[in-house]
């Protein structure tokens, strides 16, 4: 069973960055897809930005331009890049599967911009 461990959330100010870790355990498969996705109160994990299997990369529209999903296979961690942040983006932020059905939660991170 796949673990997720989120890391690198704080509070920023609008312009700011940050650069989001989740750290893998458990798969025997590195090149496994993998997203982050983010969770507002109330509402379902949503897709932020993902890697496939295959290697093709995609962002959701709001965050195109400002974040980058990177995968490091050799040391089972996703990260995301995280630039411009706009309060908007406001949120707990996970990792998780992309193209097959989600493993376990983890506890996420979280994220604040404000001013």
């Known amino acids: 069973q796949a673990q997720f461990v989120e890391s690198g959330g704080g509070a920023v100010q609008p312009g700011g960055s940050l650069r989001l870790s989740c750290k893998i355990a458990g798969i025997t498969d590195s090149s496994v897809g993998m997203g982050w996705y983010r969770q507002d109160p109330g509402k379902d994990h949503a897709i932020v930005a993902g890697?496939?299997?295959?290697?093709?990369?995609f962002y959701k529209d709001p965050v195109k331009g400002r974040f980058i999903i990177s995968k490091d296979n050799a040391e089972n961690t996703v990260f995301l890049q995280m630039n411009n942040l706009k309060p908007e983006d406001t949120a707990i932020y996970y990792c998780n599967y992309v193209d097959k059905a989600y493993a376990s939660w983890g506890q996420g991170t979280q994220v604040t911009v404000s001013s």
């Open positions: 890697i496939t299997r295959a290697g093709t990369i």
